[in-house]
């Protein structure tokens, strides 16, 4: 439920409104806009009686939200949020490239591939140090000494930095290096990560699961903010399908779906959503085109020998190309890379 209050509402007619709220045993959640305040209302298991908050001083009218997610839906808040990811503003007319390696191997290869994205203007340094793989025996990632590389490079070359978090044990250790703390597909229903992350300090990268739908997307990020972390980016990485020239099929109407029904902002993942090379600077330019808020690109300064996600890795003069015509298309929508 959604209380709207009028114009002329005074500061502490919102607060009395939020004292009942909070004798009902419901939590308040105040939120101010430029013309009025609303305030959501959460922690109801079953529909609360409007009628007692409809008569108050101060109250315009009183909204039933339909959506089961509350926190993170356009109904509760209506303006875009814009995610700061140490001075990277994600969600607004930037759009905001987050590219590197699938995993940081080496000092040498996160040192060359943040050179070369910084000449090409890349936003956002990745790099996996610990890796969810599907293999026991495959690379796993350099764990803690990986993390130090990523953030070492990144203050050498200026930029912040996303990388991902698989359990509860590591999620501190990743919050401490990374400016933006990634969940995973594989995880994006781990409640308890989801929980952890809420409560860990930095913005988060949520990325939708490979087979869930965007009412479990948007309830996971719930989970999120409902631990007091606005702060959380939404990535449509592909989905599971019958299809086999990819890996995965890039849903890109999840993008204008998720910007109607959500104020978070989306971005997309060209590179684990089609798991080929080939086919990523063409869903880039799709995906901007759409309305997406940016991009996570994997490259690699050699992909063939990769140590992990080679296939879909683009060769560093590759993405150069791609900025270049992505860059083209933001400027057609509304939106620009620098
Ligand atoms: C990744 O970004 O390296 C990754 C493992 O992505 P996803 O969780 O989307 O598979
Ligand atoms: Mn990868």
Do not use: W
């Not at 409007?50 to 926190?71: D, N």
């Amino acid at each position: 439920m959604l209380i709207v209050m009028d114009t002329l509402a005074t500061a502490s007619q919102v607060q009395v409104v939020c004292a009942e709220i909070t004798a009902m045993g419901l939590t308040p959640h105040p939120m101010p806009g430029a013309q009025r305040t609303a305030i959501g209302i959460t922690g109801n298991k079953s529909a609360v009686d409007a009628s007692r908050l409809e008569q108050m001083p101060g109250v315009a009218r009183v909204i039933q939200v339909t959506a089961p997610y509350k926190l993170v839906s356009r109904e509760f808040h209506e303006q875009d949020t814009l995610v700061d990811v140490s001075g990277i503003k994600v969600g607004g007319d930037r759009f905001v490239i987050m590219a590197g390696p699938c995993a940081v191997e080496s000092a040498e290869q996160i040192d060359s591939i943040a050179a070369s994205l910084r000449e090409s203007g890349a936003h956002i340094l990745r790099g996996g140090a610990f890796k969810p793989r599907t293999s026991p025996y495959s690379f796993q990632g350099l764990g803690e000494s990986g993390l130090r590389l990523l953030a070492d490079a990144g203050k050498r070359y200026n930029f912040p930095v996303v990388t991902e978090a698989i359990d509860n044990e590591t999620l501190d250790l990743v919050a401490h290096y990374a400016d933006l703390v990634q969940i995973g597909a594989r995880n994006m229903q781990n409640y308890s990560l989801l929980r952890h992350a809420g409560r860990c300090g930095k913005p988060v990268l949520l990325k939708r699961g490979m087979a869930a739908t965007l009412e479990e997307l948007l309830m996971a990020a719930e989970y999120i903010v409902n631990e007091g972390n606005p702060n959380v980016i939404l990535c449509e990485r592909g989905v599971r399908t019958f299809a086999d020239h990819t890996r995965n099929t890039l849903d890109l109407s999840a993008i204008p779906f998720v910007q109607r029904t959500s104020h978070l902002p989306i971005i997309a993942d060209p590179s684990h959503g089609t798991g080929r090379r080939d086919k990523v600077i063409p869903l880039s330019c799709a995906s901007v085109a759409v309305g997406a808020d940016g991009l996570m690109v994997e490259v690699h300064p050699h992909p063939d020998s990769a140590l992990s996600d080679g296939p879909q890795s683009l060769f560093p003069e590759q993405f150069r190309d791609l900025v270049k015509r992505v860059s083209a298309i933001a400027g057609v929508v509304g939106r620009h890379l620098n």
